[in-house]
């Protein structure tokens, strides 16, 4: 009996309306998602809660499936959830050498493919995921701290429309010229010189992806994502404390890599046990071409100094600041901002820290506000905000380890405090540790405070001489030290014009006027740009050209044109 062979999926036909749409969404920045961002059953279905919650529970307390991933034994990298229990997983153990040699297997079928069809396979890996989303909901809460809702959000949908912005823009670009062209010059006598040429995007070669542990998928899919659609394999080296969720993501790639033919060690997961250093090890191997990181600036700073065989992609860290001018919506800027500081318990990479105001104060529909009082009343905000507890640990999450603690703690003895930061009793998770904001009172002139980047819930109220002293201060330390966020605050047109000058000069994204359900600590994919290779605070934009480009050349090849006799022999 004869068996029909299966034929391999067409997954660029099964999505190429979507990643039309998507290429579309990265040209006019205008709203676009395709992913849900609610948790609803009338969106992902009445049993997709029970079903995800069920499927991350059945992961812990045992090794990690990952069917044919290479590796020997198998290692714990000592996973806690900030809400308390252990999560005792195993992952697969790789050696540097066992990932490189199995990850470099399968370039020369993944570079044939073609941009049409890698971008195929990237768009039914995120819509693997997407189906997964409440699974990686789970597991992004149990690792990172968030809550329910923002780990949903922020680690499934976000994060997907994220990786598929980064999938649209590595196919664009690498659709940009095309795959054939015949080339003829005329000659002033005889036949016209004739050439047939191919042009053919090549990846750069083995990418290391060295994600977070506040945000792992978020900040980690558009690496992987364009790394991939580019022709090059790509080793996930997950934070320590965030490795499920990343190992999720690794599974679904590796199913949809076997299923459309190609060797799902394309994709591989290399995790690390305590005290182990495999992110430094591979990152100067001179296999490794690309690097993505997300982290601490001292890290990044040291990728970016010594990994000098390949392009290093960074987001690190950065002093997030405010200009507050004038308003004529006083209740609603502090409303704004209490969030903002809020939300995640400051642990996000574009959360305010230094909010800068004229010591004698600002114009609002409610009158002056010195920059005492001002901080008062922020402080206030923050009580109504998270006066109800249960309200409180949705916003706030958990913090995700002792450091932002140990941070909290000697904020406390620095200016003159004027909303201590508060425990939370957390109605679910009795052992979860919730902290609320800090606001401290400073002066422009302390220098050593609020030039120092304190991750976490820890925010600074500045007196300065007027609002050009403040902006020239954004300017000096947004230059020196780098932020992802600036935002300001002002009635006046001429101040928020030299406001977007000096966001300019100092290479940083900004926001005016919030004072809606808009933060600065939040940004929409296909829209808005997140991080700056203008200041120090990140070497790379999530996501545009420049975010892709460096990941692949085009080569061409060439050939005496063959004329049409000759071509009908």
Known sequence: MVHDTPATPDFFARHRELLDRAVTGTANREYWSPFPESPSISVYGEDAPKRGEAAFREQLGKPFVLDGHPGSGTVNPGEVSP????????????????????????IGAWRAAGPDTRAGVAAEILARINAASFEIAHAVQHTTGQAFVMAFQAGGPHAQDRGLEAVAYAWAEQKRHPAAAHWSKPQRKGEPLALDKKFTPVGR?????????????????????????????????????????????????????????????????VAEGPGDRVASLLAVRPEVRIIDFTGSTEFGDWLEANA??????????????????????????????????????????????????PREGFDTDQGVRSAAEFAADLGTALDKLLGDPARAAGTLGAIVNEGVQARLAEAANVGRTVRASAPVEHPDHPDAVLRTPLVALVDAADHETYTREWFGPVSFVIG???????????????????????????????????????????????SENLTGGVFVNQSAAFSDFHGSAANPAASATLSDPAFVTGRFATLQSRRPARSPEVGNV
């Open 83 to 106: 809400y308390g229990p252990a999560l005792h997983v195993d992952y697969p153990k790789l050696t540097p050498e066992e990932a490189i040699v199995a990850a470099t297997a399968g």
């Open 464 to 510: 300065t001489d007027s609002t050009a002293h403040s902006l020239s201060i954004l300017r000096k330390i947004v230059r020196e030290h780098g932020a992802l966020t600036a935002a300001v605050h002002s009635t006046s047109d001429d101040v928020l014009a030299e406001a977007e000058l000096a966001a300019l000069e100092a290479g940083v994204h900004l």
């Open 205 to 269: 070669g083995l990418a290391l992806l060295i994600a977070c542990n506040t945000f792992p998928t978020w900040n980690g899919y558009p690496g992987l994502f364009a790394s991939l659609v580019t022709g090059n394999p790509v080793i996930v080296k997950p934070h320590p404390g965030a490795v499920l969720p990343l190992a999720i993501s690794v599974r679904v790639a590796r199913e949809v890599l076997t299923e459309a033919g190609f060797d799902p060690n394309l994709v591989l997961l």
């Open 308 to 357: 000098r065989q390949a392009v290093v992609y960074t987001e690190k860290a950065g002093l997030n600041t405010v200009v507050l001018d004038s308003t004529d919506d006083y209740g609603g800027l502090l409303r704004n901002l209490a969030f903002s500081l809020s939300l995640y318990s400051g642990q996000m990479c574009t959360t305010p820290q230094n909010l800068l105001i």
